[in-house]
């Protein structure tokens, strides 16, 4: 049960959505709570809806691949692949790194 659930990214899940929830607001406030990073909603788009796809789990660093659905800056939607970088430090998830890429 908890290989499971370690699978599923049961620890980034709440991490990756409150990162996506503060970028899609450009809320720096609660951002600063999760992340050193944002995902700009003007230049990048605004992710409406994702899948963890994969997980790199090392020491200290975590890779978080995510099929997301995005809200683009032209007003139409897509789906991308967005690539999360985590730092694990005491015990803490926070987002240092995104790149994205089309699907």
């Known amino acids: 049960m908890l290989l499971a659930a370690a699978c599923s990214g049961a620890a ?3 991490v990756v959505e409150k990162f996506f929830a503060a970028s899609r607001l450009h ?4 951002l600063a709570d999760v992340a050193t990073v ?8 605004s ?6 796809l994969h997980i790199d789990r090392e020491a200290t660093n975590e890779t978080v691949t995510v099929d997301a ?4 800056p032209d007003g ?3 789906r991308r ?5 985590l730092k694990r430090e005491k015990g803490r998830l926070t987002v240092t790194g995104v790149t ?3 699907l």
């Open 12 to 14: 980034e899940q709440p």
């Open 47 to 52: 992710v409406t809806d994702f899948t963890i």
């Open 69 to 72: 659905k995005v809200h683009l």
């Open 76 to 78: 139409s939607f897509g």
């Open 27 to 30: 809320d720096k406030t609660a």
């Open 100 to 102: 994205t890429l089309p």
């Open 38 to 45: 944002s995902l700009d909603p003007v230049a990048q788009g």
């Open 81 to 85: 692949k967005i690539v999360l970088t």
